[in-house]
């Protein structure tokens, strides 16, 4: 089969699952719930701008963790995973289909989440330079171009609540490793790459020559 053929195929799988809707409509949500809030709140535009992504840190990987657990919930009741392991001569070519499916999503969700934000913001304060918010972007893509790739595996290899299990517990490190406990750490753990990075970059931005310590 085609590797195009394939595409098309887990895009239609994807049509009976929440999959498609949750990369559309959780960072529209995420959106609504935060500027309505700092539309009113007196919290310092510096700080709202970090919490939001510190937020979208925090929560990236638990949603790929139910993410990949449905994918591979579809591809069980496709037939019993048959597909994926008979059908196909290139084992591989399956899920790298599926993988490109997802990281699509995940770039447009990443878009709409950060991109959206700033044109949000910009109403309201001065925000950070547009370049900025690039950048920002560019590091939560690529922090989750290996999520997406481990918790397909584990979803597969395993099973659903493996995945969202580690979704959970890597929130948790982003969490902790944003603080002190991640200085010389978070090198070890892909989870918190984002959280360290994204900080970087903003507090750079926002204050000339300023740097956190990693």
Not at 33 to 43: A, T
Not at 53 to 81: K, R, S
Not at 144 to 165: D, E, M, N, P
Not at 168 to 192: H, K, N, Q, S
């Amino acid at each position: 089969m085609k590797f195009k053929n394939l595409l098309i195929t887990d895009i239609m799988k994807l049509k009976s699952t929440p999959v498609l809707w949750l990369h559309l409509l959780v960072p529209m949500l995420g959106l609504m719930v935060f500027l309505s809030y700092y539309s009113v709140s007196p919290m310092d535009g510096f700080m709202k701008q970090k919490t939001y992504i510190t937020v979208m840190c925090v929560a990236f990987p638990i949603l790929i963790g139910v993410i990949t657990a449905m994918v591979a919930e579809a591809e069980d009741q496709a037939g019993n995973y048959r597909n994926l392991l008979n059908v196909y001569p290139v084992k591989w070519s399956a899920l790298m289909s599926k993988y490109l499916v997802l990281i699509v999503l995940g770039a447009l969700s990443t878009v709409i989440a950060v991109i959206g934000f700033y044109l949000g913001m910009s109403q309201m304060i001065t925000a950070l330079p547009i370049g900025t918010y690039f950048a920002l972007m560019g590091i939560l893509f690529g922090r989750s171009l290996f999520l997406y790739a481990f918790h397909l595996f584990l979803s597969l290899r395993f099973s659903k609540s493996v995945s969202v299990g580690m979704g959970i517990f890597e929130a948790l490190i982003v969490a902790l490793f944003r603080t002190g406990m991640g200085d010389g750490r978070w090198p070890y753990f892909p989870c918190a790459w984002s959280i360290r990075f994204t900080w970087t970059t903003i507090t750079h931005f926002y204050i000339p020559g300023s740097l956190l310590h990693w």
